[in-house]
């Protein structure tokens, strides 16, 4: 990572910070299976205390942005790690499923800021942006895939509380380290910052913000990030059972040793793995490229890629395997094309508030493709599911069209990259 000084400050921090969100993200379907048989709950009920803690990842993003604003990126991060710390040491503590409520509702509440603060503080805090991006997004990844593989390792040898226990350690050595950590949070962007984190956002200020924001460039980012929300959670979380069902993957055999461990599962392990190189790659591309062409054109990819999914799947595994590979590249590298967006067409100091928009319709907005999803596989076909899921890319794709089309009569913001004068 070819970084200097605040640059590469502000990426460590902000990576740990990432990674640590989805570690515990990830790893609590893993004590969902061992929670069933302890507490002796329905599906359904658990199903709803699990949601209880998922909810205010999306619906906290907003209120995390403002108080982005109002108290400072670093300030808040550094309380989002030991929130979401705490919240795993009160689920090891836990002898009843209220308990767990609990717990999982805190961590909910303490993870739903980092997104707004984290982005925030990238672009503000960066010179060199779309690499800290690209990197940050890694982490992100990095994130997603250990923290289901460590709790389902350690859970083979030992009790699941002293399993979330152990999970919490990273997430205090975390807070340690970011308590000792200096950078400036707004190098990049110093000149051009009125406000500063401690001066007040009132209700009235929130209000002329969040309208002088969706006066602008912004309401177009806000729907491109909502439907590629809708494709990203309906892709993700449907994708496991639908590759579980494909007779290409059900025929694999499973090497000696390795039994009990599904084959599919390698294949959305691999995507995920996959999904760091498309980080990386998007984020390097926003140095060169303006958002709205590379929205564009990763939007017009993984409508194809969803088209091509059910024919795909009577060409055997490997034809599989590679289109699985192919999502989750183009599913990840078109993040760090709309977080640089939010960066391009917002004012500095109303940042942690258009990110806080920003992961409010990616998450929030976002979710609403799982019922929907569901429905669709429940009441019709595969092909009909892919067909939803393509029609999300191609609403992506018709709205990167209209910011590319408006580029000259966005005003108040920096001017894209490659855009012509």
């Given at each position: 990572?070819?970084?200097?000084?605040?640059?590469?400050?502000?990426?460590?921090?902000?990576?740990?910070?990432?990674?640590?969100?989805?570690?515990?993200?990830?790893?609590?379907?893993?004590?969902?299976?061992?929670?069933?048989?302890?507490?002796?709950?329905?599906?359904?009920?658990?199903?709803?205390?699990?949601?209880?803690?998922?909810?205010?990842?999306?619906?906290?993003?907003?209120?995390?942005?403002?108080?982005?604003?109002?108290?400072?990126?670093?300030?808040?991060?550094?309380?989002?790690?030991?929130?979401?710390?705490?919240?795993?040491?009160?689920?090891?503590?836990?002898?009843?499923?209220?308990?767990?409520?609990?717990?999982?509702?805190?961590?909910?509440?303490?993870?739903?800021?980092?997104?707004?603060?984290?982005?925030?503080?990238?672009?503000?805090?960066?010179?060199?942006?779309?690499?800290?991006?690209?990197?940050?997004?890694?982490?992100?990844?990095?994130?997603?895939?250990?923290?289901?593989?460590?709790?389902?390792?350690?859970?083979?040898?030992?009790?699941?509380?002293?399993?979330?226990?152990?999970?919490?350690?990273?997430?205090?050595?975390?807070?340690?380290?970011?308590?000792?950590?200096?950078?400036?949070?707004?190098?990049?962007?110093?000149?051009?910052?009125?406000?500063?984190?401690d001066d007040a956002l009132s209700l009235s200020e929130f209000f002329a913000d969040s309208r002088a924001l969706f006066a602008s460039a912004f309401a177009l980012i806000f729907a491109i990030v909502a439907v590629e929300g809708l494709y990203y959670r309906g892709m993700l979380t449907y994708l496991p059972e639908i590759l579980?069902?494909?007779?290409?993957?059900?025929?694999?055999?499973?090497?000696?040793?390795?039994?009990?461990?599904?084959?599919?599962?390698?294949?959305?392990?691999?995507?995920?793995?996959?999904?760091?190189?498309?980080?990386?790659?998007?984020?390097?591309?926003?140095?060169?490229?303006?958002?709205?062409?590379?929205?564009?054109?990763?939007?017009?990819?993984?409508?194809?890629?969803?088209?091509?999914?059910?024919?795909?799947?009577?060409?055997?595994?490997?034809?599989?395997?590679?289109?699985?590979?192919?999502?989750?590249?183009?599913?990840?590298?078109?993040?760090?094309?709309?977080?640089?967006?939010?960066?391009?067409?917002?004012?500095?100091?109303?940042?942690?508030?258009?990110?806080?928009?920003?992961?409010?319709?990616?998450?929030?907005?976002?979710?609403?493709?799982?019922?929907?999803?569901?429905?669709?596989?429940?009441?019709?076909?595969?092909?009909?599911?892919?067909?939803?899921?393509?029609?999300?890319?191609?609403?992506?794709?018709?709205?990167?069209?209209?910011?590319?089309?408006?580029?000259?009569?966005?005003?108040?913001?920096?001017?894209?990259?490659?855009?012509?004068?």
């Amino acid at each position: 990572m070819a970084l200097e000084g605040n640059d590469r400050s502000i990426a460590a921090f902000t990576m740990a910070g990432h990674a640590l969100v989805h570690w515990f993200e990830t790893s609590i379907p893993i004590f969902l299976v061992v929670w069933l048989t302890e507490f002796d709950a329905g599906v359904s009920l658990f199903g709803i205390v699990v949601a209880l803690g998922y909810a205010p990842f999306g619906i906290g993003a907003l209120p995390g942005g403002v108080l982005a604003d109002r108290y400072g990126t670093k300030r808040l991060i550094v309380a989002c790690l030991a929130g979401m710390s705490a919240a795993f040491l009160v689920l090891s503590l836990a002898t009843s499923i209220y308990a767990i409520a609990v717990g999982l509702v805190l961590w909910g509440v303490a993870a739903s800021v980092y997104h707004p603060a984290g982005l925030a503080l990238i672009s503000t805090g960066v010179e060199e942006r779309g690499t800290v991006f690209a990197w940050h997004g890694i982490a992100g990844n990095t994130g997603i895939a250990l923290g289901p593989f460590v709790a389902a390792t350690l859970l083979i040898v030992l009790e699941w509380q002293l399993v979330a226990a152990l999970l919490a350690v990273p997430g205090v050595l975390a807070v340690l380290y970011g308590l000792s950590a200096e950078f400036d949070p707004t190098a990049a962007v110093a000149d051009d910052v009125d406000a500063g984190p401690d001066d007040a956002l009132s209700l009235s200020e929130f209000f002329a913000d969040s309208r002088a924001l969706f006066a602008s460039a912004f309401a177009l980012i806000f729907a491109i990030v909502a439907v590629e929300g809708l494709y990203y959670r309906g892709m993700l979380t449907y994708l496991p059972e639908i590759l579980h069902g494909l007779p290409a993957i059900e025929g694999l055999v499973v090497p000696a040793g390795l039994e009990g461990i599904e084959p599919a599962d390698y294949i959305y392990v691999g995507l995920l793995v996959v999904g760091m190189g498309g980080q990386y790659a998007g984020g390097k591309l926003t140095d060169r490229l303006e958002p709205a062409r590379g929205l564009l054109a990763i939007f017009g990819v993984l409508a194809a890629l969803a088209l091509a999914f059910v024919p795909v799947t009577g060409l055997g595994l490997l034809p599989v395997a590679a289109l699985c590979g192919a999502f989750g590249f183009f599913l990840f590298a078109i993040q760090p094309f709309y977080q640089n967006a939010v960066a391009v067409y917002t004012p500095p100091d109303t940042r942690g508030l258009s990110y806080g928009y920003t992961y409010l319709g990616e998450f929030g907005i976002g979710a609403a493709s799982i019922a929907v999803g569901g429905f669709v596989l429940g009441e019709a076909s595969l092909a009909a599911f892919f067909g939803v899921i393509a029609t999300f890319a191609l609403a992506g794709a018709g709205l990167s069209v209209a910011l590319l089309a408006g580029l000259g009569r966005f005003t108040g913001a920096e001017r894209p990259a490659g855009a012509k004068e």
